[in-house]
């Protein structure tokens, strides 16, 4: 082999080995770079699944709880629609009650909400003004507390039941629906606890 031949064997000798050196040290570069690549990939899966079970576990959890508030809501209502019937029927019997019971109602009205220390008038509608009972007065006058004094009035007052009180122009409508009305809310208590314990 001659000289010239020598250094061209020389030059692809070292040429060969630096290219495998250039090849050797990009196939590791490659690798790294893959490898990195793979483990940031995975990290990035497993915190867009871990996120992706938060968020399911989270709309889960409130579907729960707005389908759980819906029944609520819904035994709330039926509850309430109940309660509303009970009062209504509570009013109907009273309407309904015999004379005698009924009168005997309009006494303990009459003297749970006559005013201590001033003359009241008492005005009863037409339809009770005209099947009074001829002892009423006496009975009203027996069942007021001491202190109280109501006077019948003859002119009609415009109610299906119960009675006005007249204080000094002032009225207070004691009809059973204004009674009933005015206790609403302990009477929605009493009722609930009958019917739901």
């Known amino acids: 082999m001659n000289g010239v031949d020598k250094i061209i064997e020389d030059i692809r000798s070292e040429s ?19 490898a990195a690549a793979r483990t940031k990939a995975e990290a990035e899966a497993a915190r867009i699944r871990s996120e992706g079970s938060k968020k399911a576990a989270d709309i889960r959890a409130r579907s729960g709880s707005a389908a759980e508030l819906r029944r609520r809501q819904r035994i709330l209502s039926c509850k309430q629609e109940l309660i509303a019937e009970t009062l209504d029927r509570v009013l109907e019997a009273a309407e309904k009650l015999p004379e005698e ?18 003359q009241g008038v008492m005005k009863l509608g037409g339809r009770d003004l005209g099947r009074l009972p001829a002892d009423f007065e006496q009975k009203l006058a027996g069942a007021l507390p001491t202190g109280t004094t109501l006077t019948l009035s003859r002119e009609p007052a415009e109610l299906s039941d119960g009675f006005l009180l007249l204080y000094g122009g002032i009225e207070e409508n004691c009809s059973f629906r204004a009674v009933l009305s005015a206790r609403r809310e302990e009477m929605q208590d009493k009722v609930c606890g009958i019917l739901f314990g």
Do not use: C, W
């Open 101 to 118: 019971r009924y009168f005997d109602a309009l006494l303990h009205m009459a003297a749970e909400n006559a005013h201590p220390g001033e």
């Open 16 to 34: 060969e080995q630096t290219v495998n050196a250039v090849r050797k040290d990009a196939s590791e570069k490659k690798e790294a770079i893959l």
